[in-house]
């Protein structure tokens, strides 16, 4: 990914009209919770909530999370404002923005130019707020390329199922149901890929939305596990009682994560010390694609609390004319990260 990494494993939404579910966001181990002004709160609420979410971002407690609001739609009479009063009086604690309903890149330079004053205006660095935009229906997906492309600002892609489902016409009721009748495997592969390959293509995050039925945790895990198996970094939590379940889904395995690191030590050795762009490693060939794999399994594994047992121990020198890849070691050792 070409931004540094950050976990975003289990995202929680906090509606921001209870000060009571803010307050217990902070002992919860989402790796990033984002306070929602939108569809969690009332249109008669929403200027209290404002001012609930300020508070909460004044108060601190969020060290080591990423940290967003979601914002009203940039078509609502609530966007600017939103945006106006909350980064004024706490964007210090802000990390990024949310965006909702996504359906052209003119909604995300809104925002960045909107951010870029503020920032001015009140002395913060320009730029350091990132922007989530999430792609919520057929006409935000068929722009998605654009979309990502439209801001340095954005870290990450958001999939809103259930507007999307509205709006292709889906025969469903149930969030992340198969539509009934439908003959096919996974009606929701293809936009789950199309908004991966674009978020990849700038180096953004993608993240899954909600499983909405709270008390089926061996459902959320099946679909944690294949957004997880097909690249996501994450997915939107609702309740408390999902983070632990998401959280594993999209960790590396200890092995994978050993593994990682070994392929990052080796290949960091081979190519500064003697110069060579192969190597073995173990029964397998590694070279800069590996590397790449590599960087984002390991930082995942260390976003997830995993230490290595394994290190990497450069082999005497053989001799080999350069070019020629050679065998690197692996020793157990005490946990190094």
Known sequence: MAQE???????????????????KARGLAADEVFFDLEDAVAPAAKAQARQNVIAALNEGGWDGRVVAVRINDAGTRWAYRDVAEVVTA????????????????AHIA?????????????????????????????????????????????????????????????????VGAQPAGYAGSDAYHYPLLRILVAARSQGLAAIDGPYLAIGDLAGLRTAAVSAAALGYDGKWVLHPGQIDVVNEAFSPSQDDYERAELILDAYEYYTTVEHRGAVMLGDEMIDEASRKLAMVAAAKGRAAGLTRSLRFEPPVSTGRPPGQPTSAHVSRAHPTR
């Open 110 to 174: 809104w925002l960045d130019v909107t951010l870029s004053q503020i920032e001015q205006d009140t002395g913060g660095e320009v730029g350091r707020i990132g922007i989530e935009a999430q792609i919520e229906d057929a006409r935000g997906l068929a722009n998605v390329d654009a979309i990502a492309a439209a801001s340095p600002r954005l870290r990450a892609l958001v999939f809103g199922p259930a507007d999307f489902m509205a709006s292709l016409g889906m025969r469903s009721l149930q």
């Open 90 to 105: 706490a964007g210090h604690g802000l990390a990024a923005i949310v965006l909702p309903k996504v359906t052209d890149p």
């Open 5 to 23: 990494y950050s976990s975003r494993r289990s995202v929680l939404a906090v509606p921001g009209s209870s000060p009571r579910f803010l307050a």
